[in-house]
């Protein structure tokens, strides 16, 4: 039986037996977010082939201008730490076939090494944390990387297109790193993702179309952007609670997310906004959605109103997290609708930085209510309806959405579980108020 039968069944039912006139709720979602901080003061110099970022206490590459076959990049500069390789530092090099990397670097950012075909082998330091997106990509000659134990974030397509990844993919379709599952897009057909995970990696299924079913093992917490990206036959996702990521578009073009919007156009997964993009209208996302991802509301045309609940709710620092239009001549995504939360609110602040209406519900709620699942400083029909909709998931044996903050709020009979009583005496206590008991 679906969720939105089980939800329908039980709600007229308790609404019938109450007297209380039926509704229809809206039940949004959310997802990431990023608040923007002063950048640190650096200035722009150059030393010997490299220049370089100076910062008060280390130094960034930003471009190599020499034309050595055999690089060494130096440990310090001017008494100072070399710490990163920045983006397309070494981009298109097609000269280099050599590189030396010291254990002061700690990142290597996206494209720093993208393109340069005549590299045949690199040994990350163990110093090194985190590989950038398309660090390697298309090093068409690189067929020998050593990756040490210290690296925690490899970016999408860090090495694509190299020797290197087309030989992992013999030894096995899932290549994994670190924990890190950094490409699968050789995989066909139902796959498990193994127990040795612990995040899949930005693009890390891009496009892989004879992909259909996945099971993701309850080791993996972060599934990061875009992971399965126009995976456009994936008709099957079992996703744990251990999840607690799912980045922007991970799911997009899959007949999965597609069904899932069918179901209910907020897609939650874990209390993640999965997906809002088939919205329109007014939307309200519920107090127990902690986050908005990249595009999590991107072109939703026909959006009016989106309420924000969560006044700490994490909200991407992108126009396009939530936007229903594009300006075509300033390459900018825009919103003509409004946005709605609390005074002092993340929602107010995201508002303000991108120029967009912002209407205040006025002060957050001080403390919390019992039953008050949407932290709206009220208990009504809302709540009661999120109540069984957590009821409805976890019943079918799906994950729930609720914190366990929230889920303390909506166990209203605190039996210890939440269920379709916990919904009947929400909308009991709600009739007994709204015709003026107390």
């Known amino acids: 039986m679906s969720i939105k039968r089980i939800i329908a069944g039980v709600l007229a039912m308790t609404l019938i037996g109450l007297g209380v006139p039926t509704f229809s709720a809206v ?3 959310a997802s990431v977010t990023a608040s923007a901080s002063a950048e640190e003061n ?67 950012e996206n494209e720093a090494f993208s393109c340069c075909d005549g590299l045949t082998s690199v040994t990350i330091p163990d110093s090194v944390t985190s590989i950038g997106y398309g660090a390697f990509e298309s090093c068409l000659g690189l067929t020998s990387v050593t990756l040490p134990d210290s690296v925690t974030y490899i970016g999408g397509k860090a090495f694509y297109a190299t020797p290197w990844l087309k030989n992992m993919q013999k030894e096995n379709p899932l290549v994994v790193v670190n924990g890190i599952l950094i490409d699968g897009t050789a995989c ?28 993701i093992s309850d080791s993996v917490k972060t599934i990061d952007n875009c992971a399965f990206y126009f995976c456009t036959n994936l008709v099957s996702v079992t996703i744990p609670d251990s999840v607690t990521h799912i980045g922007g578009k991970a799911f997009y073009a899959t007949p999965w997310l597609e069904n899932k919007q069918k179901e209910d156009p907020l897609v939650i997964v874990n209390g993640i906004l999965v997906d809002g993009t088939a919205c329109s209208g007014d939307v309200i996302i519920p107090y127990f959605i902690t986050s908005l991802e990249d595009y999590a509301f991107e072109f939703c045309y026909n959006l009016t109103s989106i309420t924000i609940m969560n006044p700490n709710c994490k909200i991407a620092d992108h126009r396009g997290t939530i936007s229903n239009s594009f300006d ?55 709540d009661a309806s999120l109540v069984l909709t957590e009821y409805a998931l976890i019943s079918t044996g799906g994950n729930g959405n609720f914190s366990e903050s929230v889920k303390k709020l909506a166990d209203f009979d605190k039996d210890g579980t939440i269920d379709s009583s916990d919904a009947s005496l929400i909308l009991a206590y709600y009739a007994h108020v709204s015709t003026g008991g107390k």
């Open 42 to 108: 650096y200035t722009m110099e150059t030393y010997g082939d490299f220049a370089i970022n100076k910062y008060s206490d280390h130094v960034e590459i930003i471009k190599y201008n020499g034309n050595a076959a055999k690089v060494e990049i130096p440990s310090k500069i001017g008494g100072l730490p070399v710490t990163s390789i920045g983006k397309v530092a070494f981009f298109h090099n097609k000269g280099l076939t050599s590189i030396i990397i010291p254990n002061s670097v700690t990142s290597i």
């Open 188 to 215: 066909s057909g139902d796959i498990t993702i193994p127990d040795s995970v612990t995040s899949i990696a930005y693009d890390a299924f891009d496009t892989c179309t004879s992909l259909t079913s996945v099971t």
């Open 328 to 382: 075509n001549d300033n390459r900018l995504h825009m919103y003509d609708g409004v946005i709605k939360g609390y005074s002092g609110s993340t929602a107010e602040s995201y508002a303000n930085k991108y120029g967009y209406k912002f209407e205040s519900l006025g002060a957050a709620p001080t403390k919390d209510i019992l039953g008050d699942v949407n932290g709206d400083g009220m208990v009504d029909s809302s």
């Open 27 to 29: 039940i949004p979602n």
